[in-house]
């Protein structure tokens, strides 16, 4: 059911929140838990939309899965037995093509609808396919609708990709861990994310480390058992409520956010004159004066999260002066921009490069870099949420603004953030779901 949110904005945002376990960890290693032979126990699953489709596809596929609390769920692989990922399920979520390695290793084969952009770029995935073919699959198309796989055996090879993507480096190394021989990644990503998957993949059996420069090295093996394994901490989500606390002049603790995998942005935010406190369980962040501007662009890791940017480009609204976000990652990230606009936010996007180095969107005429002139008081409004990421953004804008903004597209919210409201209100936001077909 599809509603709004209702949010009076004006205050500071003070109190304590425990951040949720990470949407972009859990449902990898829910795809990944349909290589183990037996039932595997993930602990700290977000209650969010994304996990609930990613389970059901699990379904669909002829595992069985039950949650025994509300943040651990068991997954019985040992009975899939369905290849084809229906086409619901494409368009809606990133996940299905990741479930084509587990898939080739337990069928031989996979076949997934093509996977359409959304709002934030095209969202192609060549990268994977490229990789799996090298690993010895036979990719096919039939009627352009959808992508048939196929491999009796896969074999380990020397890939290098042509960018650190995520998801095709979480598909790669699960193609590679049962592949015969050994398998080299070259400039893969390294997310925290990552690690935590590559980290169950290994406690299932995987053989697989790390080297310098973005490479991963896995040599293929045959037996993996079902573990049971914890899913980190939302570093997107603890990070976004630290803009708000900022934003809103307030003071909040995020329990369970961890320094290591927040370096760039707790460096960012010190250097825009944000206050943190790194505790033993937690990170304390609070406004202490006037915020600076800054210059700063997205990357992949160790650089800026991409999905820290929407909420800090609404940060650097009250940021004293001109700072300039160069967005690296995608095409089209600044879609909040407008909307931040027409509350008021003074800001500029430009097809240069405004960074210190050129990116792979120079000279491609997509908007990705802006100008944020601040500070700036925001007006509330009535928002329509286009993408996950913006979603917070525009809720974070709304409790800026004086006065009372009406938020659609709950749904795409939810998709990522468990428990939003209830986390909101937890640190005073004044902030309610209206059901649309309410009374
Ligand atoms: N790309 C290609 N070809 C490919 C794959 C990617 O051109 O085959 C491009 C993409 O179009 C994009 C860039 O490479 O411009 C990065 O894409 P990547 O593959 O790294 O992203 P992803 O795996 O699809 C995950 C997260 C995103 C997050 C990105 C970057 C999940 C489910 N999604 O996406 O999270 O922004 O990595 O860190 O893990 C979100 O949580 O809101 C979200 C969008």
Known sequence: MSGYYT????????????VSGAKNAALKMIVASLIADGVTTLRNVPNITDV???????????????WTDDTTVEIDARTVNNHVIPVKYSGSTRTPILFVSPLLHRLGKAEVATIGGCSIGPRPINYHIEGLKQLGVHVDMTGKTAYCFQADRLKGNIISLEYPSVGATENLIMAAVAAEGRTVIQNAAIEPEILNLVGMLQAMGAIIYQDVNRVW???????????????????????????????????VFVEGA????????????????????????????????????VN???????????????????????????????????????GYVETLVSMGARIQLTTDCLGSRECRFTNKNYKHSALIAGVTPLRPGTLHIPDLRAGFAYIMSALIAEG????????????GYSDLIGKFRAIGADIDEVEENAD
């Open 258 to 293: 961890i320094q290591r995998d927040m370096a760039t942005f707790l460096d960012v935010l010190r250097k825009i004159g944000g206050s943190f406190d790194i505790k033993p369980h937690g990170i304390r962040f609070s406004y202490e004066g006037e915020l600076k501007p």
């Open 7 to 18: 949010v009076g904005g004006g205050r500071p945002l003070n109190g304590s929140l425990k």
């Open 52 to 66: 609930e489709i990613t389970l059901k596809l699990c379904g669909e596929l002829g595992a069985t899965y039950r």
């Open 404 to 415: 009372e903004s009406r938020i659609y597209g709950t749904e795409f919210v939810k998709r």
């Open 217 to 251: 090295i896995i040599e293929g093996t045959k037996k993996f058992r079902a573990v049971e394994y914890d899913v980190m901490y939302d570093r997107i989500e603890a990070a976004s409520f630290a803009a708000c606390a900022l934003a809103t002049k307030g003071d």
């Open 296 to 334: 700063m662009e997205t990357d992949v890791h160790p650089g800026f999260m991409t999905d820290w940017h929407p909420p800090f480009g609404a940060l650097l609204t009250q940021a004293n002066g001109i700072s300039v976000i160069h967005e690296t990652v995608y095409e089209s990230r600044f």
